[in-house]
């Protein structure tokens, strides 16, 4: 099958986007087989596009989709003035989403997980980061790692799942004690299951210490599994060098990370994962150093960071907005972010660019140029989501 007239953003290098304006792409099976100019392409029964936008089908590289309850309460503290720390600090945040989640079977959290999976789909997602972290037992952080798993069942899309048991002290708990009596054999049995593609952690004042995230970290790196991190989000406390030591593949947050950081990311090709929706729940002001990414050629990657608590987003394109609204990222680089080097950030090579071998996932939209999908908000121009060389929406 040759898609023809259409405007073929690939996302590759050379040109903004990737941009092929009468491209042409040939999918055999679940692959694209060639993709060019359309005077150049191979004989094949061809399908008109209507001269409509194709790029890669979109990959949201961080959320925290499975988890039960909602913190709606806790919005309306916070615009009495409460702060985000201190209602964590009084056992609100995300130990009351660990109360509902825990009290979920895997069956309620797939149910619960569904609708915004959905949302994220609707909009030409086909690659989600799920990460545990609201268990914080070792039963709980595997049933929501399960959930996480069991979406692929349900929807035609590709999960990666992170294991994120290190994302917050329970109540009453000592943090050392937990991360060797919860946090690591927990890891082990995840792991033993099938169920890690990539060990995480919030490494903050009110979490982790940069000293109890390496201890997870070096039972990832015995196990082989590669390491991310939520990294200077509220303040610098030096998770990014960390995870860059580590070789990690991404530091997310990184509101606070400093010039040095953004080298030590260079030099270990580790992605600086953007995540606006919480910037902006929060009414955070420290921006990201995205000059100093841009200048150190640090990749950079955008997601939802989908969770009930500091961003209760479900929109990756009010997130591609918002990159270049709030962080003053290029319409290219914010698409660069939900494409090519956020399949980066999950260690991915064959998905976020159009390129023959890649999977046939593609997005074709209602538009003329790419920046369109930046600019406006709010709006949904997705024409058809082509999933493993099938139209699925
Ligand atoms: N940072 C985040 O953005 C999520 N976890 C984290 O460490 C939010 C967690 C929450 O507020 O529920
Ligand atoms: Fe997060």
Redesign the pocket.
């Known amino acids: 099958m040759l898609l023809v007239n259409a405007t073929v953003a690939t996302m590759g290098e050379g040109v903004p986007y990737g941009l092929i304006p009468d491209g042409a792409v040939l999918l055999e099976g679940d692959r694209v087989a060639w993709v060019g100019p359309r005077s150049e392409a191979p004989e094949a029964e061809a399908r008109d596009m209507g001269g409509r936008l194709i790029t890669p089908a979109l990959i949201d590289c961080h959320t925290?989709l499975v988890?039960a309850g909602d913190?709606a309460r806790e919005f309306e503290l916070r615009l009495e003035g409460a702060s985000?720390e201190q209602i964590?600090r009084e056992g609100g945040?995300?130990l009351s989403?660990v109360t509902a989640t825990r009290a979920a079977s895997v069956d309620d959290l797939v149910a619960l997980a569904l609708p915004r999976l959905d949302a994220l789909l609707s909009e030409g997602v086909a690659v989600v980061e799920v990460k545990s972290?609201?268990g914080l037992t070792i039963e709980a952080e595997l049933n929501m790692l399960r959930a996480a798993r069991a979406l692929e069942q349900h929807r035609p899309l590709r999960i990666i799942t992170s294991f994120l048991a290190a994302?917050a002290v329970p109540p009453g708990a000592d943090a050392d004690a937990y991360i060797d009596e919860v946090c690591i054999p927990a890891l082990h049995q995840a792991h033993a299951e099938g169920l890690v593609d990539a060990v995480d952690g919030?490494c903050?004042g009110i979490?982790f210490t940069p000293a109890q995230i390496e201890r997870v970290f070096e039972v990832a790196k015995a196990l082989g599994l590669p390491v991310k991190l939520?990294a200077e989000?509220l303040s610098h406390l030096g998770g990014t060098e960390l995870v860059a030591r580590y070789g990690g593949l991404s530091s997310d947050?990184v509101e606070y990370a400093t010039e040095a950081d953004a080298r030590a990311m260079a030099d270990a090709g580790t992605v600086a994962v953007l995540?606006p929706g919480?910037f902006y729940t929060l009414h955070e002001t420290q921006m990201p150093p995205v000059d100093a990414f841009r200048a150190h050629g640090v990749p950079m990657a955008l997601a939802t960071?989908a969770?009930?608590?500091?961003?209760p987003m479900f929109s990756l394109l009010l997130a591609v907005n918002m990159g270049c609204t709030l962080f003053r990222l290029t319409p290219e680089e914010a698409l660069r972010g939900v494409t090519v080097n956020a399949a980066k950030a999950l260690g991915l090579d064959d998905c976020g660019q159009i390129a023959a071998g890649n999977r046939a996932d593609l997005v074709v939209w209602d538009v003329k140029q790419p920046a369109e999908l930046a600019y406006r908000f709010g709006f949904n121009p997705l024409a058809e989501r082509w999933v493993g060389g099938e139209v699925v929406a």
């Open positions: 925290h988890h913190r985000y964590a945040g995300i989403t972290g609201y994302h919030f903050e979490a939520h989000q947050h995540l919480a960071d969770n009930p608590g500091s961003s």
